[in-house]
């Protein structure tokens, strides 16, 4: 196996350190190429190793099994989510404690599911949009994620969790831990008046100095 299959593994072994996946939850994968290789079904990410994973094809059309094992029933999820960025290299997807929690109230705005109430979310992802329910493992999930219009790495599925995406390993988990952070964040305060957000303005000034998608510009409208 490559290197990228090896930081894979140990990418999946500290969030499950962290406690961001929790029992067999979760699944995370990487693309070299055409060929994606992902966490199979029933395998926790604390236990992946290279002989664990599994191997598939990306087409446009989605994934075609190589060998291995079975992957994640969430494997459509990935694949929507290479298909909409040809620069993604990783995906992960969690059920981490609080992002759960937050998925299950109502989303912010349209282009994100958690309120800026400090800069980091919009620094390291920018837009995180909430994707309508869907049975965990129905492919109709991933067409939602497929038809939405605006730019963002990342998505929040409700009553699910998280998914996020990086140009390498490590981005897509530094990602993942910070929706998790911002997500405990808005979850404690919860609907408090008092609670200050990041104005419309500073949030624009953030996203543009980090180069991240924030509001409801198309991928071809928002700056790089």
Known sequence: MSTVVQQMCRAG???????????????????????????????AL??????SVAVTALSPNGLDPLSGPRPSKEASLHAAMYLRDPSVTCVVHLHSTYAV????LPP?????????LTPYLVMRLGNLPLVPYR?????????????????FHGVLLQNHGPVVTGVDVQQAVDRAVEVEVAARTAVLIGDRPRARLLSEQECRALAR?????WGLATAEETPT
């Open 135 to 151: 049975a965990p493992g129905d492919p109709s999930q991933a067409q939602l994620i497929g038809d939405l219009t605006l730019d």
């Open 46 to 51: 604390a236990d992946l190793d290279e002989g």
């Open 209 to 213: 100095h980090h180069g991240q998608p």
């Open 108 to 116: 912010w705005t349209a282009y994100s599911a958690l309120p800026p």
């Open 101 to 104: 929690a937050a998925s299950c």
């Open 13 to 43: 072994k500290h969030l499950a350190e962290l406690g961001l996946s929790p029992g067999s939850s979760g699944n995370i994968s990487v693309r070299e190429g055409d060929r994606l290789y992902l966490s199979p079904t029933g395998v």
